[in-house]
């Protein structure tokens, strides 16, 4: 079964984290910068989020690297892209960021971007569903259906031992 990203995934997060995050963690200019691409986003002024986005992707804003992979994944403003997308996933997914780890799984479950790989998709989904992301949980056990019982262990193992970087 094929998978799609859903933007309210990627906007659900960003209206958990925008405003309790960035404000003591990245600081009050990249969160008021934050909110000003969310809202141009939102009025669908695409154009003026991308270039409030791309600066914060490029620093580490974990946030914005998730909308970027987004609109380059449905070709919002950009030409449509799976490989900066799922570059962008991965910069985002890394810092630990669940919505883009599981958006980065389903682009490895259907091979977009990249060849189909269900070990990373289940990898990333399980890192999804460590953080209670909705749906992860369910699509872990669906794939522990046919994944050999000897990779499971060892994909468990980097599971638990897996840290996000820091920005």
């Known amino acids: 079964m094929k998978r799609t990203i859903s933007i309210l995934h990627v906007f659900s997060i960003i209206a ?9 963690a990245c600081g ?48 919002v403003f950009f030409k449509r892209d799976f490989s900066k997308s799922i570059a962008w996933y991965e910069k985002s997914a890394k810092q630990g960021n669940p919505s883009a780890q599981f958006s980065l799984a389903t682009m490895y479950e259907n091979g977009e971007g990249t060849e189909d790989n269900q070990y990373e998709a289940y990898f990333w989904y399980s890192l999804a569903a460590k953080q209670n992301f909705p749906e992860a949980a369910e699509i872990v056990e669906e ?10 262990t060892a994909i468990k193992k ?8 820091k920005k």
Do not use: C, H, R
């Open 16 to 24: 958990l984290f925008s405003a309790a995050f960035f404000m003591t």
């Open 28 to 75: 009050n200019n990249q969160a008021k910068s934050l909110s000003e691409g969310n809202k141009a986003y939102e009025s669908e002024n695409f154009e003026k989020a991308a270039m409030i986005y791309l600066p914060l992707a490029y620093a580490g804003n974990m946030q914005a690297q998730e909308t970027i992979a987004y609109m380059y994944y449905y070709g």
């Open 143 to 152: 794939i522990e259906s046919f994944v050999p019982a000897e990779q499971l």
């Open 158 to 165: 980097q599971v638990a031992d897996w840290k996000p970087e």
